[in-house]
């Protein structure tokens, strides 16, 4: 067998170090069992480069820290760091050949992760690498095949600088086959410090991340019955996520699943409940492979705090409960937003979609221009077959607000029209769609529609007035009890 230690990268490097309660490397078939590691000054437990099957069951990890002083560069997880490699972590061009570590299975049961901080290490090697306060889960350069199943698991009061309070989750370039399995856990309570590094995702950060031209291959990962509680960040106080792509390499195959889940009083100062976007907004693109999906989800009650602008957030043109920047997402199911204290949803320049018998219902809230959903840019909302759409008592909270829906422009020379339609079917023409308005300030708020513009129609030879145009866009059956605002 070979010596598994001359097998993989440097990642005990004299920049970056492991200092931990429980550190193991190396090694096949390891069982942690009922254990409790407290008060480390370095991480509870550092689990690097093993194989074949790693089980971490009825355990504890409270109150390690690692702090500024503790070594030059640090990586995040300071509850638990699992870190899978075949390069050096500083230099990415020194890999292995090793299959060693491929297909191992790690499962993590039963495990509370509580009060555990990772402070800001005195340089940043990577920041991709800073994730996670509680559990920190990096699959490096060119992993492959890791089965990781974490269930019935507490992540509590956890606080991280860069982002993911309660777990970060990283999968870098080259990671193929992986299969990531996130059920019935709690994050709540979890901080993503404000900082220059951020500080998105207070209970989860998730990077799905393609620096070079090099392709990803398929990743599957699920969070199923996960419940966000509580949690607060800059953006993305329940969670975020920064899908990655170059100029050079747009796709990152990863299938990307949140079924059944909930979002309570999360806190963000941009996103209270979830964000999604770019790994880099320059990008002009939302057409990536990586599309996450949310089937059944609920956000409740999260809201927006004021506590100034950092100098280093520029990109964000809205606040919302759930902000979607320059990517695509999908919605099934019964997808619901209740009683939040801001905007909804707010699409920037990206698209969604609504999968077929699918339902969104938005009731009882509030933000500043439109309660339900907004849009920006170049953004649609597409539907498939047998969609409702429920809008009640929604509200803005300024005088060109809206309480339903509220779609924009930034650029005064982007109208609505045939071309920019911010409602649209997939299908073409979609059977049983239904949009109901009650009682929700005025319902829809236009900006940029013009009547000498054509109208989202097949027949763009015919010139609607705009109110028509709003018509003809959402196609089928509109229940009002309001008005529509067009400027």
């Not at 702090?67 to 075949?86: Q, Y």
């Not at 399995?181 to 393609?210: Q, R, V």
């Not at 009882?364 to 959903?373: Q, S």
């Not at 840019?377 to 909270?397: A, E, K, L, P």
């Amino acid at each position: 067998m070979p010596d598994p230690a001359a097998a993989y990268g440097n990642i005990n490097s004299n920049k970056l170090r492991f200092r931990s309660g429980l550190i193991i490397k190396n090694t096949p078939h390891v069982l942690i069992n009922h254990i409790v590691v407290t008060k480390s000054d370095g991480y509870g437990a550092a689990l690097l480069n093993n194989y074949k099957e790693i089980t971490v069951i009825n355990s504890k990890f409270t109150w390690n820290i690692l702090s500024e002083s503790f070594v030059d560069h640090t990586i995040g997880g300071s509850g638990m760091i699992i870190l899978v490699s075949k390069c050096d972590i500083e230099n990415e061009s020194i890999c292995t050949k090793s299959t060693l570590t491929d297909h191992t299975c790690y499962e993590i049961s039963f495990v509370s992760f509580e009060y555990n901080y990772y402070n800001k290490p005195k340089k940043v090697l990577k920041w991709m690498l800073l994730y996670g306060g509680g559990l920190n889960v990096l699959l490096s350069n060119k992993s492959i095949g890791q089965a990781i199943k974490i269930t019935r698991s507490k992540f509590s009061k956890n606080i991280v600088v860069a982002g993911g309070g309660g777990l970060g989750l990283t999968l870098c370039e080259g990671a193929t086959g992986n299969q990531v399995l996130i059920h019935a856990c709690n994050f709540s309570g979890n901080f993503a410090k404000f900082s220059d590094l951020g500080g998105g995702g207070g209970g989860l950060k998730l990077g799905l991340f393609t620096i070079k031209s090099e392709k990803s291959g398929y990743n599957n990962i699920t969070f199923n019955i996960c419940r966000f509680i509580g949690n607060k960040a800059i953006y993305g106080g329940g969670a975020a996520i920064k899908i990655g792509g170059t100029a050079k390499n747009l796709k990152n195959k990863t299938v990307l699943l949140f079924k059944n889940s909930f979002w309570y009083y999360n806190e963000g100062i941009f996103s209270a409940a979830m964000d999604i976007s770019q790994q880099i907004q320059q990008l002009m693109t939302t057409t990536f492979c990586s599309i996450p999906e949310f089937e059944s989800c609920q956000f409740t009650g999260n809201l927006i705090f004021d506590k100034g602008k950092p100098n280093n957030i520029s990109l964000y043109q809205g606040k919302a409960t759930f902000l979607i920047t320059k990517v695509q997402v999908q919605f099934k199911g019964d997808t619901s937003f209740l009683g939040n204290d801001q905007t909804a949803l707010s699409i920037v320049s990206a698209n969604i979609f609504i999968k077929d018998s699918s339902t969104m219902t938005f009731i009882h809230n509030r933000g500043n221009e439109v309660g339900g959903i907004s849009t920006a840019g170049f953004s649609v909302i597409q539907y498939g077959d047998n969609v409702i759409f429920n809008f009640t008592n929604n509200h803005g909270r300024t005088p060109r607000s809206s309480g339903a829906i509220h779609a924009k422009s930034f650029d005064p020379h982007i109208f609505i029209s045939s071309h920019v339609c911010f409602l649209q079917s997939f299908k073409g023409k979609a059977k049983n769609v239904t949009f109901y308005f009650f009682n929700n300030g005025p319902s829809i708020f236009v900006t940029g529609l013009h009547p000498y513009r054509y109208a989202c129609t097949n027949n763009e030879d015919t010139v609607f007035p705009p109110i028509c145009i709003i018509h003809s866009m959402i196609m089928l059956i509109i229940v009002l009890d309001n008005f529509i605002s067009i400027i």
